[in-house]
Every structure is written in C-alpha cells, then in structure tokens.
C-alpha cells in the first residue's frame, strides 16, 4: 500500500510533495479503523461450582484493547474477528502515512519550501 519509506533528506523537494500526494492518497477511507489491539484472555465466570473456580477457565476468547478513548476490554465475537483484524491494520497503515506526511513537512519546512 505505502511505498518504501525513502531518505527524505535525499528526496528533491519535488518528489517530496509527490510522495506526500500518494501517501495522502493512501489514507482515503477514514472510517474502517480501528486503533488498539486484538488480544486472547481467559475468564473466570464466577458461578458457584463451576470448574472455572479451581481448574482452568473459560476461553481463551478474542478482546479488543482500544489504545485509548472507551477503556477496557471489548469481548470481540468470533464472526467479527476478521473484520477487527482489517480495521486494527488500516489503523496501523493510517498511522504510518501520517508520521510520514508530517515527517515530510518537517523537512519541507527546514527548507522553507512548506505549502
Ligand atoms: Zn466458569
């Protein structure tokens, strides 16, 4: 999706502002991300006798960890696992094209070339 990150120092301006359009172009859809992780954990339910209480425990079963915003674990049903899986991967992609575009413009600023 992103191409290879190069030496932006060694980048003319022109191809700067090039691969900053692309890097833009690679964020398009802002809606199906998720940031945080997917993450496996087993429970103890609680209920008098059950074997969870002294042996092992249920699961283990798939949670989402949001990185920050709604705390706490979201139980993440087995249909929706593929789904949150593409979602945290867009996030992490996003991500990346951000730190690079801002990377970028700092280096567009330090040569005063910033628009
Ligand atoms: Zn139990």
Redesign the pocket.
């Known amino acids: 999706m992103i191409p290879h990150k190069p030496d932006l120092l060694l980048l003319p301006t022109r191809e700067l502002l090039t691969r900053r359009s692309g890097l833009a172009a690679c964020i398009g859809e802002l809606e199906l991300v998720l940031l945080g992780s997917l993450v496996e954990q087993t429970r103890?339910?609680?209920?008098e006798g059950?074997?969870?209480?002294t042996d092992r425990?249920?699961g283990p079963y798939p949670y989402l960890s949001p990185r920050r915003g709604n705390a706490g674990m979201r139980y993440v049903p087995t249909v929706m696992v593929d789904s949150v899986r593409t979602f945290l991967k867009r996030g992490e992609q996003i991500e990346a094209a951000l730190a690079e575009i801002s990377a970028i413009n700092v280096e567009l600023l330090a040569r005063r070339h910033l628009e």
């Open positions: 103890r339910c609680g209920k059950c074997r969870c209480s425990p249920h």
